[in-house]
């Protein structure tokens, strides 16, 4: 609960405070009275005007990091958790976006603040980075698939194969021959 409260309120401070800051002033008109080619008013974020590609990516993964950790307080606290092992690993899944949506929003402010020329290091470090993230996510997804097996195989939904004993392969083998 405290982690995802904590996801919560990374992803909802980013929001709020977004990569570059908001503009402190309006700005619509030159000094000599022309509009200006790119206005902008106090409040809105800076990386909005300037990184639109970057804003929109941002855009996507900080409410996924705010939502699924929302997600998961709410089943949480319903209890439906405690009773019933698939809200388990719905949560789990939840968890999992969570933390993806939080770290894709991380890279995305660290390259915003970042300057210009150290750029192809960030990208080493990113690269790097997600390298070692879907090495530990797909752990983490073959060891839960193989405990669903075992569950599975448990309720009796899947049944150990029949080996056949190898006197029985050559009466095969020459039955067909």
């Known amino acids: 609960m405290v982690v995802t409260s904590l996801l919560a309120t990374m992803a909802f401070q980013a929001a709020t ?8 002033d309006d700005y619509k008109v030159h000094a000599n009275g022309n509009p200006v080619k790119e206005p902008h008013m106090a409040g809105t974020s800076i990386m909005a005007h300037i990184q639109r590609m970057a804003n929109g990516q ?12 929302l997600s998961i307080i709410l089943l949480l606290l319903s209890e439906l958790s405690i009773k019933r092992g698939r809200w388990m690993w719905t949560q789990m899944v939840l968890m ?9 929003t991380y890279f995305i402010a660290l390259h915003n ?4 020329d150290t750029w192809g290091m960030l990208k080493d470090v990113t690269d790097v980075s997600v ?4 090495c530990l996510m797909g752990v983490v997804f073959m060891g839960n698939v193989v ?11 899947l049944k150990k194969k029949e ?3 190898s006197d029985e392969d050559d009466e095969d083998k020459h039955e067909q021959v």
């Open 113 to 116: 603040i970042s300057l210009a």
């Open 58 to 69: 941002f855009m996507i993964f900080n409410p996924l990091a705010v939502l699924a950790s």
């Open 17 to 24: 405070t977004p990569p570059g800051g908001v503009w402190q």
């Open 147 to 157: 405990r669903l097996c075992v569950v599975l195989r448990k309720w009796g939904y």
């Open 96 to 104: 999992w976006l969570a933390i993806t949506g939080q770290a894709i």
């Open 131 to 134: 390298v070692c993230w879907l």
């Open 163 to 165: 080996k056949k004993n």
